[in-house]
């Protein structure tokens, strides 16, 4: 694939937009699609894993978060830990939800707000939390380094929303507790990160591979923009 047709490639398949952030948008791609952009920036770009953990409500009224348009995520790679809330207009995670055991919603997804903070050495917090849900609401996830222009920490803003209460599956708005809280999946990510120049502007292009419960795998291509 020559440069000038890989550029009107990503030109194109970044208007089938999974979702919109601030300085980011997304898209799914395909087997063959994944493996050619691979190809064609063999050797540039840099690797790295990425092991995602994803927590929701368990018994008796499983995925409450995920039916309330709330995705909680707390990623590790090498010793940092990243944890992620998004708060998405439409519930329902297309591929996110493969992550989960049979059961979970599924549909389109929009994502809205995100809140993210990230740990510079969480390996240690990553390990209570995987035994222990509930220790994401002590002292030291109160803490963390912002990731993104929104400055409401995600702990907070989660904090708020299950004392405000989630809607149950008959209709009612119930307070939920921090200790129905599980880790109900995980995925793991190899992405490479790819600097390239399009129109005179420096951008970085992230190829990413996921690999989810049952065998599945997820492509998605993500370009950071200035």
């Known amino acids: ?10 030109f194109l398949a970044c208007f089938q937009i999974s979702s919109w952030g601030e300085n980011e948008f997304k898209s799914y791609l395909s087997n063959d699609g994944f493996s050619r952009l691979q190809a064609h920036y063999q050797g540039q ?15 008796p009224h499983p995925f409450l978060l995920l039916e ?18 998004k708060d998405c207009h439409q519930v329902n995670f297309g591929i996110l939800r493969l992550a989960f055991p049979p059961g979970a919603p599924s549909g389109p997804t929009r994502d809205l707000d995100e809140y993210e903070v990230e740990f510079p050495e969480g390996r240690e917090l990553l390990d209570q939390v995987l035994s222990d849900p509930s220790r994401l609401f002590d002292v030291p996830f109160q803490g963390g380094n912002f990731t993104t222009e929104n400055r409401i920490h995600p702990i907070a803003f989660l904090s708020q929303k299950l004392a405000a209460g989630l809607l149950l599956p008959d209709g009612r708005l119930s307070p939920v507790g921090i200790g129905s809280l599980r ?30 419960p049952r065998g599945y795998v997820g492509y998605e291509l993500e370009m950071e923009v200035p």
């Open 45 to 59: 770009g840099k690797q790295k894993e990425q092991i995602n953990y994803y927590f929701d409500t368990a018994e």
């Open 1 to 10: 694939m020559t440069r000038r047709r890989t550029l009107i490639f990503l």
């Open 183 to 212: 880790c109900l999946g995980k995925s793991r990510t190899l992405r490479t990160k790819i600097p390239i120049t399009l129109a005179g502007t420096k951008l970085i292009l992230e190829l990413d591979r996921t690999d989810y």
């Open 68 to 85: 309330n348009g709330i995705d909680l995520r707390l990623r590790q790679s090498g010793d940092k830990a990243v944890l992620t809330v």
